[in-house]
Every structure is written in C-alpha cells, then in structure tokens.
C-alpha cells in the first residue's frame, strides 16, 4: 500500500483501523511521516470511537480525519468530501513535482532545529525548466519529464539517507 500511495499519489487513502489493526497504524505514521505521502489526505474509519490510536485526531503527524459512528453518514461524507477538496494541500505542495514547497521546506528545517538534529540542508538547481520543457516537448510531456525527475531524486536521497532525507522544490 505504501508503494502505491508513493507512485500513485491518491486523492485520499482511508485506513480502516478495526480490520487493519497495528499495521493500518503503522502505515498512517509512515505516510504521514514522510514528506512526500504526508500531502495525500488521509482518513481513519474507526467503529470503536473511544479508541485512542497513534494516527488519531490532534497528532501532527496522524490522520487528517478520523471517522466513527458519533458523526450521522451525512457529517461523514462530509468531512471526507472536505479531506478531497481541501486547499491547504495546493499551498504546501509544488504543483508540478508534487513535492513540498517552500513552507514545509521552512516547516522541516525548523522542526530540526528545535529537535536540535544535526543536518546539512543543500541546494541543488536544476536547469530544467517548465517552459523550456513544455516548449520543446509539450506541456503534458514537459510536465511528465519535470515530474519524474521529482521522483528520482526523491527516491534517490530516501534511498540513500532513509528517514532523513528530505527533497522539496522552491520555485523561482
């Protein structure tokens, strides 16, 4: 599931907590955990609403919304239509590599800072370019080669530095 919410990048992924159990918990903290999934909204359908789960409601690196029978189906709906529709995530995104932008790039390097972590941030241009892309190759094409490379190098530094690593994209 992992894998496909990475490749894929969903609209919404929803765990359901009572048949998925410690798994479906440790796979919310993952995604959430990493900055590239954590753009992808995220609901937990829970029938036992007073379980306390570490994905729950309030935890900054849980679920975006937790489901249970306390809300009518029209509140659930609702709130799962809202998870779709949400703006926030157009802002903290770049949206051609789909990477974080420049205030999640500021979000994690503080989050560091504060955990007094030691990390070498470094910035590498690129020379490509959307226009020069999109004009040599067509906008649908240039799109897809500048989205690739995001993956790459995504994959690359995660694969390298594990947890640690951290790509985003500041556009100029």
């Given at each position: 599931m992992e894998e496909r919410v990475l490749r894929g990048l969903?609209?919404?992924v929803v765990i359901d907590a009572d048949s998925a159990g410690d798994e479906g918990m440790q796979l919310c903290a993952r995604l959430k955990g990493d900055a590239y999934?954590?753009?992808?909204?995220?609901?937990?359908?829970?029938?036992?609403?007073?379980?306390r789960t570490p994905c729950g409601s309030g935890s900054p690196r849980g679920a975006d919304e937790?489901?249970?029978?306390?809300?009518?189906?029209?509140?659930q709906a609702g709130r799962l239509d809202a998870l779709v529709t949400r703006p926030s995530a157009t802002?903290?995104?770049?949206?051609?590599?789909?990477?974080?932008?420049?205030?999640?790039?500021?979000r994690e390097i503080?989050?560091?800072?504060?955990?007094?972590?030691?990390f070498a941030p470094s910035v590498t241009p690129t020379s490509i370019t959307s226009k020069n892309t999109n004009d040599r190759y067509s906008y649908y094409d240039g799109d897809r080669v500048i989205?690739?490379?995001?993956?790459?190098?995504?994959?690359?530094?995660?694969?390298?530095?594990?947890?640690?690593?951290?790509?985003g994209h500041i556009r100029r």
């Open positions: 969903p609209t919404l999934t954590a753009i992808v909204p995220l609901a937990v359908c829970d029938q036992i609403a007073t379980r937790v489901i249970t029978p306390l809300f009518e189906p029209g509140e802002w903290r995104v770049n949206p051609s590599t789909r990477l974080p932008g420049t205030t999640e790039i500021e503080k989050r560091r800072m504060d955990l007094g972590e030691f989205y690739l490379l995001s993956r790459i190098l995504h994959d690359v530094v995660r694969g390298i530095l594990g947890k640690q690593g951290f790509v």
